[in-house]
């Protein structure tokens, strides 16, 4: 079940961190662990400012979606769960609520660059990252409700 957070009390908001920093982990092997420990409570103060939407599946949250305005900061599974379309049934959510979605995603993290691609996201441009020096693509959706 997809929810869309109005409000995160500090259980929810563990459980999403914690999914947020282990899934940047594990996807990015070619990023320092301390590039993403040293981001943790930059994230922890800006996470509730966005619009959070969740995937439970019992009372387990397994993943989620930040969103800001239009730009996907992020699509969430627990290693567990990954491969089942959670992050498929998450995005579904939003495009029904957006005409035109954009995110950054890392050139290296190829699973992810084709799992954006297969969701309909097509290359907008290329740049190095500041903080990581790591090369990522700007994609962008956009609806059929223009």
């Not at 282990?22 to 922890?44: C, M, T």
């Not at 969740?54 to 567990?80: H, M, P, T």
């Amino acid at each position: 079940m997809i929810k869309k957070l109005t409000k995160i009390n500090k259980q929810q908001l563990d459980q999403i961190l914690d999914i947020w920093l282990n899934s940047n982990i594990e996807a990015h092997n070619f990023i320092s662990r301390n590039y993403w420990l040293n981001n943790y409570d930059f994230v922890k103060n800006t996470l509730p400012k966005a619009d959070i939407y969740v995937f439970y599946q019992n009372s387990e949250i397994i993943g989620f979606l930040g969103l800001d305005k239009s730009y996907i900061a992020g699509i969430f599974v627990k290693k567990k769960a990954r491969n089942n379309g959670v992050g498929r049934e998450l995005l579904d959510k939003v495009k029904k609520e957006k005409n035109e979605l954009i995110l950054s995603v890392y050139e290296k993290n190829q699973k992810a660059v084709r799992f954006y691609k297969q969701n309909g996201f097509v290359f907008k441009s290329k740049y190095t990252e500041n903080e990581t020096q790591q090369v990522a693509y700007e994609l962008l959706w956009k609806g059929t409700n223009d």
